[in-house]
């Protein structure tokens, strides 16, 4: 097994937080990982990425030239990443904030999930990253989701335990529709 992502937004947007959650669930799955955060100038508001390598076998490096996969929460990250993308790859937008008519829907395999409504409706914006990453596994299948709920909780210990269900019912929202448009 063999997956790698690439996760940007802007900063603030929880991308980093997602990717650490990621590779801290893969790990716990007994998986080899990487995890490389690279961040804008400037800091909140700014640009932020991170890649998430998840193999069975060892890895060799962390970074990736041509992902398999691609979480975009913002337009600055489709307009850099998405060139990279493998021809058949996944490509998870954030259509609450992106224009999504120059995604070349026919070269990939493009879900336009409004994370930031979805996450607005479920009580909190801040959790549309969760429902991205939950839209990724849904899709993916590359780490159980209980892992991914097991890191998170960890991760998020220091909220009012409120919160951190909230943010696995928006993991959960995401997984549902990953799963459902990736069978489409």
């Known amino acids: 097994m063999y997956q790698d992502v690439i996760i940007a937004g802007f900063g603030g947007q929880g991308v980093m937080l997602i990717g650490n959650i990621l590779a801290y669930a893969a790990m716990g799955q007994g998986l ?16 932020a990425n991170c890649t998430v390598v998840i193999s069975d076998e060892e890895i060799g490096s962390p970074i990736i030239f041509h992902p398999r996969s691609i979480i975009v ?4 990250s489709l307009n850099k990443f998405q060139p990279r993308l493998v ?9 609450s904030i992106v224009d999504t008519s120059s995604v070349p ?25 969760m ?7 849904g899709a993916t299948k590359a780490v159980d989701i209980h892992h991914i709920e097991d890191a998170m909780t960890k991760m998020l210990s220091s909220l009012d ?9 928006a993991l959960q929202e ?9 069978e489409i």
Not at 32 to 47: I, K, L
Not at 131 to 137: E, H, N, S, T
Request: net charge positive; charged share 20%.
């Open 32 to 47: 080899n990982v990487t995890y490389m955060p690279v961040y804008g100038v400037e800091m909140r508001g700014g640009t």
């Open 73 to 76: 929460m913002n337009q600055p």
């Open 87 to 95: 021809t058949g790859g996944l490509l998870i937008v954030n259509s």
């Open 105 to 129: 829907k026919e070269k990939y395999k493009t879900l336009l999930i409004p994370v930031n409504n979805i996450a607005d409706k479920l009580g909190n914006i801040k959790m549309a990253n």
């Open 131 to 137: 429902v991205a990453l939950g839209a990724w596994l």
């Open 161 to 169: 335990h409120k919160l951190i269900e909230l943010n696995k019912k």
């Open 174 to 182: 995401g997984f549902n529709i990953g799963a459902k448009k990736s």
